[in-house]
Structure formats: structure tokens, C-alpha cells
């Protein structure tokens, strides 16, 4: 991530006294647990490129400890209306810093003039991009890692969503109703004839994934997401030119998820 401002060391500014107060604030919830010390460092850096009001410096202290909490941007909305539910902080702790940020701005319109107002903060609709640290796109602030990432996922989903593949129907249909045979009721958790004649939205899911570039197959637990993708990869491989080519990628938040779905795939396909 590169700024402008950063072309030349001579650009780097001190700290003001007026924000000392703020940054010590910010130091002290850090060592309480209620902020990660990663915030107030990247409100430290901003200060140092120039960046002097207050509220912008929060507003980036705050971007930094949400996308700690696995969130891609800070909503200026959901900041204007309701910063401690937001945060999930207690009414005092917000307060406390609200107070040093002053004047902080009151609604949604406010924030996003406040916010607009930085030469570090690139407005993605309204500005030439001069690489700056963090990105303003609508009411959403991203530090701008994570605004190229979500809009590259977003480029690529949208060119999936938007094509088919080329499926031989009667291959397919031969491979579909064998695998999804209508005896094994008990894989399926089909528990009565008045089920198992109702649509098959298993076999419905797998027949739209086989045609499409993109799929998404929810459910609670126990309604057959596994046994749906296991045969779905069964057909993928069954109903192949080249099933040699085929590459299949199992991804998780954590390894020990990552190994029970591996486990899960792995003996619904024997």
C-alpha cells in the first residue's frame, strides 16, 4: 500500500500537542484489550502523512479494529446510528472517545463530508486515483487492500455469474438420476413417501451447479450440502472430455475446519 505522500521521508509531519490527548486514549483502550494496538498505529501514520482532524484519525482507528474483526470496511451508516452497537462497546467507552474527537460529525451526510475532505482518503466515484492508503466508495471506508480484493472477487464473480458451460443433456441425465438414486433414502434424510415425492432439490442444486460457472448451495446442518457436492463432483468428473484436467480446491477459515471437510468429501465420494 503506497501514498502519494510517501514519494519523499521530508513529507512525514509530527504529531500535534492537540492530538496527543486522543492517540493517548487510544494507547490506553489498546492496553485494556478494547482495541487492537494495531489502530492506534495506523491513526499514528495518518497523522504523520498530515491527516489532522480528529474524527478522520477515529474513523480510521475504528476501520483498523473492525477489519480485525473480519469486516472489509467501516459503514459510515451503521457508525452514524449506532457506533456502540457497532463496536460492541458499553456507552462510556464510546463517550469517552467521542468527547476528545470533537467536533465529531453528527449523521450519516456529515461523516461522509468529514471523511471526503482528506487529500489520504481517494472518493472512488468522484477522484483521479493517486494511490492513496485509504479508499471512500459510497458510505464504505476501506483501508485500500481490502477495497482492490473485494472488488476483484466481486469482477470475477460477476464474469462466472454471467456465462454457462456446455453440457451434453443426455449424458448428464443418465449420470444424475444415477446418482442420486431415489432408494437411498436414508443418505438423503428422506424420512416418508410424502418426502421423497416432493422435488428433489438436491438433485435440482446439482443439475443448475453442472450448467453454471458459478453455484452457491446453502442449508442447515443436516440438510445435505455434503452429499449434494460430493455427487456433484462425481458428475463433474463423470460427464468430463478430459476429467484429467479437472481441479478441485477445498477451502475452510481454519485447518481444523479445513480437515473435517476434506473428511466430510472424502467419505461421501466412497
Known sequence: MRSAALTNTSTFQAI?????????AFDNYAQAGVLRRLGP??????ASLGMQDP???LACTLLSELEGRGHSCLI?????DDACGLLGWKSAQWQALAELAQPLPNGLAEWRARLSNCPHIWLQQTQADQQQPLVLDQDRLYLRRYWTDENTVAQAIRARAGSQRTVDLALA???????????????KSAESAENAAAPDWQKIACSIALRSQLSIITGGPGTGKTYT?????????????????????????????????KQAIDAALQ
Open 41 to 46: 498505529a495506523l491513526a499514528r501514520f495518518m
Open 76 to 80: 459510515l451508516q451503521e457508525l452514524a
Open 16 to 24: 500535534p500537542d492537540n492530538l496527543q490527548t486522543l492517540f493517548a
Open 173 to 187: 441425465q443418465h449420470w444424475i438420476n444415477k446418482l442420486f438414486d431415489s432408494n437411498d433414502l436414508s443418505a
Open 55 to 57: 474524527a478522520q484519525l
Open 229 to 261: 457436492v460430493a455427487r456433484l463432483l462425481a458428475l463433474l468428473f463423470a460427464s468430463a472430455a478430459k476429467p484429467e484436467n479437472l481441479r478441485i480446491a477445498l477451502a475452510a477459515p481454519t485447518g481444523k475446519a479445513a480437515a473435517r471437510l
